[in-house]
């Protein structure tokens, strides 16, 4: 938490106190804290999307000791904010309220729409955090968001996940999901059971294994740490200002022990869809590989289809709440699967369609016709949809079967192109040019001459990374600020899977999660929050260029200097190394200033 955001939202700095550089844990807290809270609860407010791991025995480096939990929001946003408790003595099982916030003009923003989750700190193989490659050990690392940090035991002793199984007779069991993939290497024969009952693997989305539906609370240890993560929905109608109101801490017997703070600073305007940099009126489009569909889901979850069927609906309502409304899932050409993903907040506008046929001339018409009929019946257009061949082809491939694209756009569709040699041999084919470049500065030459070709495409990246590292500074870069000062104008990675619980894969990659499957749809993660701010910060600066163009050719010379240094603050930033948050208030002044010039 910087100066600049508790600034933002009105909060004071006064009573903060200078920080200890070095001792343990308790002697840093000791020195932020001189006189201990008699709750025996050290709280700190943290960076809901920061680079920093917090762990249960590490010190919250970049806190603000005694600080409120404090968001700054656009109407009609998410934001989150987050806060670190640290336990000096054992205080078991507490239970958190959270209550309404309200201006001094008296609205409110109700309890219904804040949501608050625990941290939760389990093991991941050793490259987790960092990267998407497989490593060997495990390590502790902060990654799920859950109402009840007990669905998911973690033994710290024997560096071992296990997941708790609740029956419909309410027996609980606790399936070990960090088991090596190699049987040699099980502990013990009942060990070995546990996780290979049948030959099968964790059915992750059985009804038996799913988060409650409301916070239940969180354990605080002596001389440990916890994150929180709370986040703020703010409605399209709720009025500017200052929203102030607290999380209250409650022991056993319902008695008040504690609270934490929240100030929520409320904007006076909502914000646009993201659109592209070099073009205020183009899309910002993100779609994904996804491992997601019925088929899936009722493979993982035992073979209930009807229960696939309502689970399928909250992950694209989850999907809608984090800014990825392009549908990729594999139902998404079904007449259902059109109905349930605009019911959850999809768009359609534009949509992956699947394959391509490479023939004869006559049977890939043929085949473009059927296509397009069926794409006119179950999603009511076929124009805009994406169809593509093949995956990283080389250059003689790509040669082949360019009268096949000829073919398929010349019925409307549009046509995905990802081989290396997509620009050289095959730039004036691509509505997607999508190769594995990285999404930062070192791709801004290449995305300026694909832009310069006019036209609707889109330059898109994957693979550097693909999904799996759980930092949520690095997705909200590699999904927000980073692709979309260098130029590009879509996400399209590699993958969105469901089905990734123990960390320990048997390959080069770990498993690629933004979410993880459960009973009731989904569970998010730290780096999916990273991926919503990414976003987020796209739709602030597209709102800044949508406000500062006009002005900048104006005839109003005060209006003019401010939205040329406005644009010049976009020009500017360190796309890869800019602090995200810093950007964000920035982006933040500069929109209130040019609202308040547009209205003179």
């Known amino acids: ?44 407010a943290v960076p809901a999307t920061g680079e920093r791991q917090y762990l249960p025995d590490s010190y919250p480096e970049d806190g603000m000791a005694g600080a409120p939990c404090s968001i700054v929001a656009a109407r009609d946003e998410y934001e989150p904010g987050s806060f670190v408790l640290y336990a000096t003595k054992d205080l078991g099982k507490l239970s958190f309220a959270v209550g309404d916030l309200k201006s001094e003009k008296g609205d409110v923003i109700p309890k219904q729409e804040l949501d608050l989750k625990v941290v939760k700190v389990w093991y991941q193989n050793g490259n987790g955090w960092y990267s998407y490659f497989q490593d060997v050990g495990k390590r502790l690392c902060p990654e799920l968001l859950l109402n009840d940090e007990d669905l998911i035991r973690v033994d710290e002793k024997t560096e071992d996940n296990y997941a708790r199984l609740t029956e419909k007779d309410g027996k609980v069991s606790w399936f070990w999901i960090t088991a090596p993939r190699c049987a040699a290497k099980v502990r013990t024969p009942e060990v070995y059971q546990s996780y290979h009952r049948s030959n099968e693997s964790f059915l992750c989305m059985k009804e038996n294994f799913q988060d409650a539906a409301e916070f239940k609370g969180a354990t605080l240890e002596g001389g440990r740490c916890k994150q929180f993560f ?58 994904f590989c996804e491992y997601v569909g019925l088929d899936i889901i009722t493979t993982m979850n035992g073979g209930d289809r009807e229960l696939a069927k309502r689970q399928l609906p909250a992950i694209l ?76 082809y080389g250059l003689a491939t790509l040669r082949t079967i360019r009268e096949m694209i000829e073919t398929y756009h010349e019925k409307g569709f549009l046509f995905a192109i990802n081989s290396r040699y997509g620009y050289d041999a095959g730039a004036n084919v691509a509505d997607i040019y999508w190769p594995p470049v990285t999404p930062d500065g070192k791709s801004a030459a290449q995305t300026a001459k694909f832009n310069d070709l006019g036209g ?145």
């Open 456 to 600: 609707a495409g889109w330059f898109g990246w994957y693979a550097n990374h693909h999904v799996g590292p759980e930092n949520p500074a690095f997705n909200r870069r590699q999904y927000g600020f980073g692709p979309y000062r260098a130029g590009l104008s879509c996400n399209f990675n590699y993958a969105h899977h469901l089905d990734g619980w123990n960390d320990i894969a048997p390959s080069l990659y770990k498993p690629m999660m933004l979410v993880y499957g459960t009973g009731s749809g989904c569970i998010d993660t730290l780096a999916w929050e990273g991926f919503r701010e990414g976003l987020d910060d796209i739709r602030y600066a597209t709102k800044l260029k949508q406000l500062a163009l006009p002005l900048s050719h104006g005839e109003n010379v005060k209006a003019r200097y401010a939205a040329k240094l406005a644009l010049k603050l976009l020009a500017d930033a360190d796309r890869d190394d800019m602090d995200l948050a810093t950007l964000r208030l920035e982006m933040i002044e500069w929109i209130q200033r040019l609202l308040a010039l547009n209205a003179k």
């Open 230 to 287: 709370l986040t703020v929905h703010v409605a399209k109608d709720a009025k500017p200002g200052l929203y102030k109101g607290e999380v209250v801490i409650q022991g056993a017997g319902g008695q008040r022990i504690d609270s934490i703070p929240v100030v929520l600073r409320v904007l006076d305007f909502t914000l646009p869809k993201p659109k592209c940099y070099f073009d205020v009126e183009k899309d910002y489009v993100t779609w």
């Open 1 to 44: 938490m910087t100066k600049a955001m508790l600034l933002a939202t009105g909060v004071a700095m006064a009573g903060l106190t200078a920080r200890c550089e070095t001792g343990s844990l308790a002697e840093r807290v000791k020195a932020d804290f001189p006189e201990m809270p008699a709750s025996g609860i050290c709280r700190y």
């Open 317 to 392: 309502a989850n999907y809608a709440r984090h800014g990825h409304v392009t549908p990729c899932f594999r139902d998404a050409r079904t007449a259902w699967g059109r109905k349930v993903a605009l019911e959850a907040g999809l768009d359609f506008t534009y949509a992956a369609g699947g394959g391509t046929k490479h023939a004869n001339p006559a049977e890939m018409r043929l085949h473009a016709e059927l296509l397009a009929r069926q794409f006119d019946r179950e999603i009511g257009h076929h124009k805009g949809v994406i169809l593509s061949w093949g995956d990283e």
